[in-house]
């Protein structure tokens, strides 16, 4: 699955490795291949499309020129014109939501910029299907036979999760005194346990023990339900999701509901990419999610720009997206529609082909765009350290409000803000079960399943723990430690069932 970060390959001899919305890193990179040592590329992450730039002052397709892929659509977005700037092959995921909001971003972007420029791109779309392999080999193809200048290719969700992403999760388990989670997380290859790590250090640094972790394919299947069948058994109910495909997490949770894992006293968080795609949510699915918190990666949707670009978005996603059942665009959008801009507008201001010299005029750039600022500082973007909190509820959400790392949560962002140690200070929650008290996150014990309570057997101090044995072979457990623990478990508001058990220590 890709998502949540652009890699613009050109052809140059430094690396940048890093996201656009994120932050950009200079490292060095060579891969060699059969034929031979591939030469060095500079990398310009930003969104999950995969584009190729080929350079060309004449981009009509003649007989006896390169002929295009196979399962290619071709956009002339402005025309065909022997004055166009470039052509944009473009490898894309037109089966996921993300992939779709992407596309059409990126058509609105070169429509945007042909008429802010007056030069012209023409966009073609190879479908990878959702496959990282077709979407490499189609990148070695077009380095290796079609001799492109550019690729913005796709980066897994797994290299793009964020650190503070997961340690917002952790506030807000800590926000609400739940001391044990349980995690879900999608298993796509080893660069998943990068996700597990994240959220291992972060639940460490706010004291919040990982109950039981639950790793599920990538794809739908009967382990699914064994899986969850597991977690329930157990007495934890705080539930953190980690999933990056849609289908996946609407029948994760379709199952949750009908085994009656979203009842009161429950707690599931989400993270991206998953929360990012709620939206695009009909009522049946999001009828399985009420009461669940999400997490997701906050892009200011206010101004005329905005406004501009969501009214172009609806209409043209509508109309190429029938099937689908919201036409809001999403952050994959604004990130898709800032990095296209950002790449055309570098196209547009110089003539040298080589790499080295488009990225030098990327990193000069310094404006606001859709997703946020623009700015490269250091060779680098800021991070995004910012995060919106989201409560699904009827047919959509509540915005609740957000968390900034090393400033806590607020209602809202900016100078004015004020910030809270606590999420309770935002406002009211409506939690699985729909009850608007706070979850317990755990389960009592039942009489199937006591509380194991251990007792030394080998206490020396005989008037605080004594354990004998009568003569039918039953332990008795006697003394002043017993006694407390019995009386004090009469004065809880509720019944627990629990069992002693004799071990060897003291």
Request: a neutral charge; charged letters at 20%.
């Amino acid at each position: 699955m890709f998502c949540g970060c652009w890699c613009i390959m050109l052809n140059s001899d430094g690396v940048v490795d890093g996201m656009i919305e994120n932050k950009f890193r200079f490292t060095q990179w060579k891969e060699k291949s059969r034929e031979g040592p591939l030469p060095l590329w500079a990398f310009l992450c930003s969104s999950p499309l995969l584009c190729a730039f080929n350079w060309a002052k004449t981009i009509v397709q003649k007989e006896s020129g390169p002929r295009p892929f196979r399962n290619v659509e071709s956009h002339p977005e402005g025309g065909f014109n022997l004055n166009s700037t470039g052509i944009i092959e473009a490898i894309a995921d037109k089966i996921t939501r993300n992939g779709k909001e992407e596309i059409v971003a990126i058509k609105i972007a070169l429509e945007d910029f042909y008429q802010y420029s007056n030069q012209r791109f023409v966009l073609q779309i190879r479908n990878s299907q959702g496959d990282p392999l077709k979407a490499t080999l189609a990148a070695r193809e077009l380095i290796n036979k079609r001799h492109v200048q550019a690729i913005i290719g796709p980066q897994s969700w797994e290299e793009t999760t964020s650190v503070a992403e997961m340690k917002a999760v952790a506030a807000i388990v800590q926000s609400w005194k739940w001391h044990s989670v349980n995690i879900i997380y999608e298993e796509r290859d080893a660069s998943s346990t990068q996700v597990l790590s994240y959220l291992y250090s972060a639940f460490s640094e706010a004291c919040v023990h990982v109950s039981q972790i639950s790793s599920i394919p990538p794809f739908v299947s009967s382990s699914l339900s064994q899986e969850l069948e597991k977690l329930r058994e157990g007495q934890c109910r705080v539930f953190v999701v980690v999933i990056s495909s849609l289908p996946l997490a609407i029948i994760l949770f379709e199952i949750a509901n009908k085994m009656n894992m979203m009842e009161k006293n429950s707690v599931w968080i989400i993270a991206d990419p998953f929360t990012s795609l709620v939206h695009s949510l009909n009522a049946s699915a999001l009828s399985s999610m009420q009461g669940i918190l999400g997490v997701k990666g906050n892009f200011p949707v206010i101004g005329h720009q905005y406004e501009d670009f969501c009214l172009k978005f609806r209409q043209k996603f509508s109309s190429e997206n029938p099937q689908e059942f919201n036409n809001e665009p999403g952050i994959f959008a604004a990130h898709a529609y800032d990095a296209a801009w950002t790449l055309a507008l570098a196209m547009s201001k110089t003539n040298n082909k080589r790499g080295q010299v488009l990225l030098d005029k990327i990193l000069l750039y310094n404006f606001t765009g859709l997703s946020g600022k623009i700015q490269f500082n250091g060779q680098k973007l800021p991070p995004s350290h910012t995060f919106q909190i989201i409560n699904v509820i009827g047919n959509g959400y509540k915005e609740i409000g957000f968390w900034s790392d090393g400033l806590g949560f607020s209602n809202h962002i900016g100078q004015n803000a004020t910030h809270f140690s606590s999420m309770k200070e935002l406002g009211q929650v409506l939690w699985p079960g729909r009850p608007w008290d706070t979850p317990r996150g755990w389960t009592l014990p039942t009489i199937d399943k006591p509380l194991r309570v251990g007792v030394p057997a080998l206490s020396t101090l005989k008037q605080f723990i004594d354990i004998t044995h009568d003569q039918s072979g039953n332990t008795i457990f006697q003394g002043f430690t017993i006694d407390l623990f019995r009386e004090t478990v009469k004065f809880l508001p509720y019944h627990l069932p629990y069992k002693l058990y004799a071990f060897n220590d003291t």
